[in-house]
């Protein structure tokens, strides 16, 4: 069982940054993929980006491309999310996953095995 452990959400202006992490804890925790997802209030949770544990290889939404990029630590089971030029519509609540298989469907909050408790973001204008 993998638990994960979502950290550096808070409050920011508009144009600012964040930086969360994620560590992956419990027995083998160096799965396929882990990925972030987000869900703002009212809103159903959307995914906002995928990264494999081997070789790197990064997915993004449409949404976000070019403001944050993820990337891991494998030596510290820690997955980072770096998000720049933050906007107000980018407050939500943000969730860790990791999943154990490749899928074409990653964007389905479905296809991921393990999710943190997640760690608010809100971006204030």
């Known amino acids: 069982q993998v638990q994960l452990v979502e950290s550096g959400g808070g409050l920011v202006q508009s144009g600012g940054s964040l930086r969360l992490s994620c560590a992956a804890s419990g027995g083998t925790v160096i799965t396929y993929a882990m990925g972030w997802f987000r869900q703002a209030p009212g809103k159903e949770r959307e995914f906002v980006a995928r990264?494999?544990?081997?070789?790197?290889?990064?997915d993004y939404a449409d949404s976000v491309k070019g403001r944050f990029t993820i990337s891991r630590d494998n030596a510290k089971n820690t997955v980072y999310l770096q998000m720049n030029s933050l906007k107000p519509e980018d407050t939500a609540v943000y969730y860790c996953?990791?999943?154990?298989?490749?899928?074409?469907?990653?964007?389905?909050?479905?296809?991921?095995?393990?999710w943190g408790q997640g760690t608010q973001v809100t971006v204030s204008a």
């Open positions: 990264i494999r544990w081997s070789g790197g290889a990064t």
């Open positions: 996953t990791s999943t154990w298989y490749p899928s074409s469907s990653y964007h389905d909050e479905t296809s991921w095995d393990y």
